[in-house]
């Protein structure tokens, strides 16, 4: 007969589309406490893993639950899924930027985990910065200038990242703060570096 714990786990990895109506957030618990009963057989953990990674970010709720399984997992036989695990962070993206040091410490295990913890850091910085300066761009057009400060500093601590900021920093040039307009100048230096400078910075460092 099979276990009660079994049955749970089968029915959650491979059931899922049909529970889609349950909120997000439960069904992603619910995925990460199968990942973390080590009673069951590892395949089982591992869909579990997969199907987190499925979710990408509306598995954010599993993330520090995946992030603690990460640094106790050990072990050659359990090394499928210390690799599901770190890829399922990585297809969560910029909600599991939290989880970074956790994958961090996972290196040196194996090469096909040092490989996932390449692909997974790459995702979720590159999740994180583009949301980032989605938002960041968006409040420079707040009507009021201390947020606007604030997000062209912010764009340029970013730098190279936030080069799809760059046509908004430039008009932000024309910005009647005079602040706003030196923090402007000051990002896309940060962000363009090499690049002349525009002849819109020219009269804006003039001014």
Known sequence: ????????????TFAAPARAQE??????????????????????????????????????????ELAEQLLRLRGAELEALQEAVIDALGQIGSPARGALPAVARAAGRSTDIDLAIKRAKTTILASSD??????????????????RLRAAKALGALGPAARFAVPDLTAALRDADADVRRAAVAALQLIVPDA????????????
Request: net charge positive.
């Open 1 to 12: 007969m099979r276990r009660p714990g079994l049955l749970l786990a089968l029915g959650l």
């Open 23 to 64: 909120p997000d957030d439960l069904l992603a618990r619910q995925l990460a406490a199968v990942v973390r009963d080590f009673r069951l057989p590892p395949p089982q953990r591992v869909e579990a893993a997969r199907t987190l990674g499925r979710l990408g970010p509306r598995a954010a709720p599993a993330v520090p």
């Open 130 to 147: 583009s949301q980032d300066v989605a938002a960041l761009t968006k409040q420079l057009q707040n009507t009021d200038p201390s947020y």
């Open 196 to 207: 002349p400078p525009s002849e819109a910075v020219v009269r804006a460092i003039a001014d």
